[in-house]
């Protein structure tokens, strides 16, 4: 029996973690209560966590420190959906308790999980039980009662791992919605499912997969298009401080920028992290010296690695537009027509995502980051996207605001609420108070056969959907769109806009736009090619 693990060890029990969710990823998908096509927990888990797993493989005999740092710098620029945000956290959770450790027994790491269960918990607004959160608690103060019996790592996991089978087991009956499904929490399946795979590596055993994770093509980067003797700085200077006194880091970002250029610096309560490219790296370490201690430390010769072309992604400056503007907004979305929807409307940048594709953290981050303005609001438009981009704001010098958009009419109206001249409170104010005047009306298809909500419901189906409830279901579009006409007009509503999908003819959207007319004339309906996939029809109603 295992008692302690090392970095290395660490690496592998994640790696392992990752195979492990990766291969149960569509089982995972298929607890989803909710039969409409998504994206779905065990996707949005597998990615998180495989980000990890591909930052990890490129180390080599790290620290426990190190192995436990990368893992969750990873996963929170990776994380995708609610369910890899909060994976993201129970991990940032362990790394912060196993700093400075060289090893890590059964009480060290019954004590990283339930440091991880306190980053989750503090992240959620309104934790409920039944979930992810619930297996994740329950497992570590289990881990931390088998610590104080044996003082085996794999002693306390393996408690950790009976203790979650049982919180799992009894989030059915923790959630009428899984009750009445008969099925159990996809999230808190996944964390038994890593959890089960890190015992797995404990034991020596490592989980193979077929096919590797979809994003791992991504990390080699091309600096073919640019010449040697273009790059002004020579030397990329990479450093995080532990931060030791109450310095301002404005202090230190004004003498870096002074100093070079592609200057980012970012800092919380634990560390400052700099990247920035000079031709003195010496003198901005011995200027950031005054804050802390070091880290860690990377100096590269940008000019040596254009030539020989091993420049990796994560090496890269990331580019981060100067402030021309007070405020920004990026929103997320999918649909052509939709998209020049929210660029007419003064949107700066567009996310691609939504059902079926939630984005990463990072990929929010990097549309950020291209808006000159020094506050940036971000619409997620999805309520899967919402934390992910919340994760934001801790990894740009930029300020940025999440509005809570479940829907794109709701971020659409949030947009004509803007107002560029405003104040932040005041645009925040008027935009989140806007979006409560919209119904979203949507029109999708079951992916498979369930019993939601009193509905029985067959895979192929139409779904149709009033803010977030099942508002009917069957084999007849037009049936569906005339019965949610019918509600709009009860609800006394005076403008109507459709959007319609990519898989729907002008035809068809102008049938569905005379049916709300005639059943609606009192109201405006407008029609508009969305082009989105999945939904044949978002509808808006205020």
């Known amino acids: 029996m295992k008692?302690?693990?090392?970095?290395?060890?660490?690496?592998?029990?994640?790696?392992?973690?990752?195979?492990?969710?990766?291969?149960?990823?569509q089982a995972l998908n298929d607890l989803n209560v909710f039969p409409v096509p998504d994206g779905d927990t065990g996707t949005n888990m597998s990615m998180t966590i495989n980000a990890a797993a591909a930052d990890l493989r490129k180390t080599e005999d790290p620290t426990l420190e190190k192995a436990a740092a990368t893992a969750a710098s990873a996963m929170l620029r990776g994380a995708r959906g609610n369910s890899g945000v909060i994976l993201s956290l129970l991990f940032r959770g362990i790394s912060r308790k196993l700093k400075g450790a060289e090893k890590c027994d059964?009480?060290?790491?019954?004590?990283?999980?339930?440091?991880?269960?306190?980053?989750?918990?503090?992240?959620?607004?309104?934790?409920?039980?039944?979930?992810?959160?619930?297996?994740?608690?329950?497992?570590?103060?289990?881990?931390?009662?088998?610590?104080?019996?044996?003082?085996?790592?794999?002693?306390?996991?393996?408690?950790?791992?009976?203790?979650?089978?049982?919180?799992?087991?009894?989030t059915i009956n923790q959630n009428?919605?899984?009750?009445?499904?008969?099925?159990?929490?996809?999230?808190?399946?996944?964390?038994?499912?890593?959890?089960?795979?890190?015992l797995l590596a404990l034991q020596g055993e490592d989980i193979i997969v077929a096919e590797p994770s979809g994003d791992e093509g991504k990390e080699a980067a091309d600096f073919a298009d640019f010449d040697t003797e273009d790059i002004t700085f020579t030397y990329c200077t990479e450093f995080i401080i532990s931060r030791e006194n109450d310095l301002d880091p404005e202090k230190l970002?004004?003498?870096?920028?002074?100093?070079?250029?592609?200057?980012?610096?970012?800092?919380?309560?634990?560390?400052?992290?700099?990247?920035?490219?000079?031709?003195?790296?010496?003198?901005?370490?011995?200027?950031?010296?005054?804050?802390?201690?070091f880290v860690t430390v990377k100096i590269e010769n940008m000019r040596l690695q254009h030539t020989e072309k091993v420049v990796s992604e994560n090496e890269r400056a990331p580019k981060i537009a100067e402030p021309e503007k007070a405020f920004g907004v990026v929103s997320v979305c999918v649909g052509d027509g939709i998209g020049e929807v929210f660029k007419d409307l003064g949107v700066d940048g567009l996310i691609s995502g939504g059902q079926t594709m939630n984005p990463s953290t990072q990929d929010i981050l990097e549309v950020v980051n291209t808006v000159p303005a020094e506050t940036v609001y971000v619409l997620p438009n999805n309520k899967n996207i919402i934390m992910a981009a919340q994760q934001v704001d801790a990894l740009t010098p930029k300020n940025v605001i999440v509005i809570p958009s479940k829907t794109i009419p709701q971020g659409v109206t949030a947009m004509l609420n803007f107002n560029p001249d405003g104040t932040s409170e005041e645009n925040v104010e008027a935009m989140t108070e806007a979006m409560a005047s919209v119904d979203t009306m949507q029109i999708t298809y079951a992916a498979r056969n369930s019993d939601f909500d009193g509905f029985m419901i067959h895979e192929g189906d139409y779904l149709a959907i009033h803010g977030g409830s099942l508002f009917g279901t069957g084999k007849d579009i037009k049936a569906l769109?005339?019965?949610?006409?019918?509600?709009?007009?009860?609800?006394?509503?005076?403008?109507?806009?459709?959007?319609?999908?990519?898989d729907v003819t002008e035809k068809q959207a102008q049938k569905t736009a005379d049916i709300f007319a005639q059943v609606c004339p009192n109201a405006d309906v407008n029609l508009l090619c969305g082009g989105q996939p999945v939904y044949y029809y978002l509808i808006s109603a205020e």
């Open 176 to 198: 009428p919605v899984l009750k009445k499904a008969g099925v159990v929490d996809a999230g808190g399946k996944g964390w038994l499912v890593a959890l089960e795979s890190m």
């Open 253 to 293: 970002r004004d003498f870096l920028s002074s100093l070079g250029d592609s200057l980012v610096l970012v800092d919380d309560d634990e560390i400052i992290k700099v990247h920035v490219h000079t031709n003195d790296p010496g003198k901005a370490l011995h200027e950031a010296m005054d804050y802390g201690s």
């Open 481 to 502: 769109l005339k019965a949610l006409a019918e509600r709009v007009n009860k609800d006394d509503k005076s403008y109507i806009t459709i959007y319609y999908g990519a």
């Open 106 to 170: 059964g009480v060290l790491w019954a004590m990283a999980l339930q440091e991880g269960v306190d980053a989750a918990y503090k992240a959620v607004m309104k934790p409920a039980e039944g979930t992810i959160l619930t297996v994740a608690r329950l497992a570590a103060a289990k881990a931390n009662q088998a610590a104080q019996e044996n003082n085996y790592i794999e002693f306390v996991h393996e408690a950790a791992i009976a203790e979650a089978k049982e919180a799992l087991a009894n």
């Open 3 to 25: 008692q302690t693990i090392n970095g290395a060890d660490l690496r592998r029990l994640i790696i392992n973690a990752a195979a492990g969710i990766e291969n149960n990823k």
